[in-house]
């Protein structure tokens, strides 16, 4: 891996103008519509097309019209899935990695780096929606509506209440910058919304929309009518999940039927995935991949994924065995929409298309770093205070290299008092087999690799402290609150504590 160097450019200064986008040879009249939807802690097992006893026609039509895709990575927990994909960005360069943006911080994507919508905006892209949970900070200058995106309904929070939209009794619904009484169950009403934002789009121009579902996120809310049409399924919790994901899943299907009905579906590309694994506790299920949210086993970052455009060559029902990350996703779109450049910081992922459209069947090197809290290692002489602990992984070719250890900002030695697991993931992708006693080379060249990727973190990062600080208290609204005084831009300026970030 190459540090890249980041480059500020006036706001003014443009790239080069648009150019059509092409595909397998052939001009395209104008770069296709996006619509990325993103389920919440939605496990493997928890789709049709996984096998699942959880019926999910709609979600199954997107890969079985057009590809699933069966190694796609995502981050271990939501936040930081959501700056990959919205920057192209290691999530790390900002120190937002380690731990999701928690409601008694001023974290969040910085303003000058620019955003997926933003960077869409130049390509034609004028209506830019999102709807659902942002999970990107609740500062005025972390607003979606100041990142990029024309509209917004939705949650700034993790973990609401879906029939009173309420975090820690604070309301959390918002359309625009104002606080929201709207009603209902909030898997239908960021459905609804979407629906419509493709029912008024405009014919002539190419349109992004955003859905981050709360769903299947705990608390586990769910309709009786939900619970009655998923009856049968045992134990009660994975009832309770079966029922969650149906409602997401109708809402997929509005979100399908209104581009049907606005004859939009051959020109729109369709992403599905989840920001990380289920929650076996919570009724979701991974099997057969081991671990879940919070690991960097694969059942935490390998997710349920598919895209679909059939007039982009993305059909027929293929199986994508090529791994694919989040941080391609930006990248992806930066050339469908026909740029050819960002600004500032080049993209950390890779221009995908000709994986998706069945072009390329595979990626001739695949970069992934997952990073997150640690656990402290049996016998260690380390602290056990979790915040000085940390999980990092690398994948190389057919190796797949994690290490839970003291957190690399104190140590001075990587292998002191960590445990190094070592797996060729091609050839098992339960992760059964550690080879590391086997293939002492390869471990250590990866955990340079991993040595590497830790230092771009930047020095001044902000803390993400694991729990409230003392006499913090929710308020009343989560509505937008002004900028705290002297603050920066949100990668920060206060002083650096390593253990948290």
Sequence with gaps: MHERTLIRIAAALMLSAVQPACHRGALVSRPPNIVILVADDLGWKDVGFHGSEFRTPHIDRIANEGAELSRFYAMPVCSPTRVALLTGHHPIRYGLQRATIKLWTDLGIPPDVETLPEMLARAG??????????????????????????SFVGHYGGAIDYFRHSRLDGLDWHHGYSLSDEEG???????????????????????????????????????????????????????????MVSAMDDEVGRILDALDERGFASDTLVLFFSDNGGVPPAGSSNAPLRGRKHSLYEGGIRVAAAARWPGGGISGGRFVEAPISVLDVYPTFLRLAGLNG??????????????L??????????????????????????????????????????????RNGPNLDLATDPVADSNLELFRIEADPYETSDLASEHPDVVARLLARIVEFRRLKPDDAMPIPLAAPEGWSAPADWKVVPDPAGEGSGSGTRENDPTTN
């Design 125 to 150: 892209y004028t209506r830019r929606g999102v709807f659902g949970k942002w999970h990107l900070g609740r500062s005025m200058r972390f607003h979606p509506q100041q990142q990029g995106f024309t």
């Design 342 to 355: 960002r600004r500032g910081l080049a993209s950390d992922g890779e221009d995908v298309t000709a994986i």
């Design 185 to 243: 169950y909030s898997t239908d009403l960021i459905g609804r919304h979407a629906a419509r934002f493709i029912m008024d789009a405009p014919r002539d121009e190419p349109f992004l929309l955003y859905v981050p579902f709360n769903a299947i996120h705990t608390p586990n809310d769910v309709t009786s009518e939900d619970m009655d049409r998923n009856s049968g399924i045992e134990p009660e919790t994975r009832h309770i999940k079966a029922a």
């Design 357 to 402: 459209d069945g072009r390329q069947a595979e990626r001739s090197e695949f970069e992934y770093f997952g990073y997150f809290n640690g656990r402290r290692v049996p016998g260690s002489s380390e602290s056990s205070d979790r915040r000085r602990w940390e999980l990092a992984a690398v994948f190389e070719g057919p190796w797949k290299l994690i």
